[in-house]
């Protein structure tokens, strides 16, 4: 299916920076970053499928992560987008380094904000919980209750208010399929953790992103993959610190183009 996106070309650059979203949020939640980027790349914004401006397909059933990143290859095939940049942020970040790993030739380099990795107990108590009330209350309780037990600090609830207001767009139905999903993450996150891709990454995680950043610290095994904790911040980094966020990876940007 066709994916919603947004181009915008730099009138002296042939690099492509492409980004990607998380669960129930959209291609809005990069305005912070837009401006800054735009100023040296071409950049391109989607909405996965079911999410923001893009529609779904009522006769599927079920969705896959290899259903999803056939999505972004087939919107690279129509913009005409060799190989790109990718900058994710949270599942957007597992999408973005599985392209990598099965289509390393359409992937220059990786920049991954809330890098998820592995399930610590809490996560997997969130998901079991999730799994037995899915059919039971609206969906929106639920990504509520999510969305504040990973971002429970003051100084969370920008990110944590901007990715509800985006999830209020889809539907009942259109969550379930992406809840399934949740049933491939321990197959997914073993072939994350232990393919070494040779794609140049940096990841920037928040101190506070008390869900994923310690078992991801503690997965790092490729030479090619930088991390930069920053302090003071949840894990939706681009929303938290976005000067920040937008500095180190426009950088490293400039040392991998």
């Not at 998901?127 to 929106?140: E, Q, Y």
Request: hydrophobic fraction near 40%.
């Amino acid at each position: 299916m066709a994916l919603y996106s947004k181009s915008f070309v730099h009138p002296n650059s042939s690099e492509w920076v492409v980004f990607v979203h998380g669960a129930g949020g959209s291609s809005s939640i990069w305005f912070q970053q837009l401006k800054a980027f735009k100023k040296g790349f071409n950049v391109l914004l989607l909405d996965l499928r079911g999410h923001g401006h893009s529609q779904t397909n009522p006769d599927e059933e079920n969705y896959s992560f290899d259903l999803i990143i056939q999505d972004i290859i087939d919107l690279l095939d129509e913009k005409k987008i060799k190989s790109a940049h990718f900058v994710g942020i949270s599942l957007g970040s597992m999408i973005s380094k599985l392209l990598a790993i099965y289509h390393p030739e359409r992937v220059k380099s990786l920049i991954l904000g809330g890098n998820i990795v592995k399930l610590n107990l809490k996560s997997r108590i969130l998901l079991f919980l999730g799994n037995r009330l899915k059919h039971i209350v609206p969906f929106m309780w639920l990504y509520k209750l999510f969305a504040t037990i990973i971002l429970p600090h003051k100084n969370h609830i920008e990110s944590r208010k901007l990715f509800i207001k985006e999830a209020a767009r889809m539907d009942q139905k259109e969550f379930l399929k992406w809840f399934r999903l949740t049933k491939e993450l321990p197959k997914i996150l073993s072939v994350i953790r232990n393919i070494k891709s040779q794609t140049p990454t940096l990841c920037i995680q928040g101190q506070q992103d008390y869900m994923f950043l310690k078992e991801f610290v503690q997965s790092i095994k490729s030479t090619k993959e930088h991390l930069h904790v920053i302090a003071s911040c949840g894990h939706v980094v681009n929303v938290e610190k976005p000067y920040l966020f937008n500095e180190l990876s426009i950088n490293f940007l400039n040392e991998n183009t």
